[in-house]
């Protein structure tokens, strides 16, 4: 009596669990046919007894993005040294021309100061030789003057001998007339010894002519002047005696 009082609250329970069941089934399938089926993209590893756990490949895309923009900035620091090498080898050569024109100028500006001087040291060189010569010039000219007016003095003086002695060894003849007045020519040897005469223009007869003649041949070795270099082995005398 008492086993049939236990089984029977079990079997209510029993009975109450399947209900419930089934209404949870019938609300399920109800839902199903009401709502649409989402297809689900499950991805999954099939496992068996002997195979190797492998696990889902990561998502790259940021990391590659990120490569990508290292790279970018890599390459655009390139690009910018670059630049800036080629901006300092720029101004490098910019400066280098610079200098080397500043150079230029410099030898060239000290070539022509050179060439000033110089060109001023020949015009003085020039000048002082033309001075010089000049100055030589005149000197020379002075000692020419000066050896002419000696020599002239000098030749006046042998000549007015020649005449002095000639005259003295003159005789007058009877119809030499006043103001008598010949040109006498001369040859003599070094010693002064009379060699010929002659006589040229002259205002008296041939008796006059040969009278002086004889008057040169009598002065005969003729004085030797003082100075040897007015020596002349060819005389000229004009013969003009004094009244």
Known sequence: MQNRESVLPIALAV?????????LVVVFDFGRRTQLAIPLAIKGTLVTENAVVIPPEPDTREQERLERLREQQEQQKRIDAEAER??????????????????????????QREAAIERQRLENERLRKEAEDAIRQQELQNEAERVAAVGANALAAYIFAIQQKVERNWVRPANAEVGLECIVNVRQLPGGEVVDVSI?????DQTVKRSIESA????????????????????????KPKE
């Open 216 to 239: 040169v041949y009598k002065a005969s070795p003729l004085p030797m002047p003082r100075d040897p270099s007015v020596f002349e082995r060819s005389l000229t005398l004009i013969f």
């Open 15 to 23: 009975l109450l669990h399947v209900v419930l069941f089934g209404s």
């Open 86 to 111: 080629k901006r300092i080898a720029d101004e490098k050569k910019r400066q280098e021309l610079a200098e080397a024109r500043k150079e230029r100028e410099r030898i060239e500006a000290e070539r």
């Open 200 to 204: 040229g223009r002259c205002n008296g």
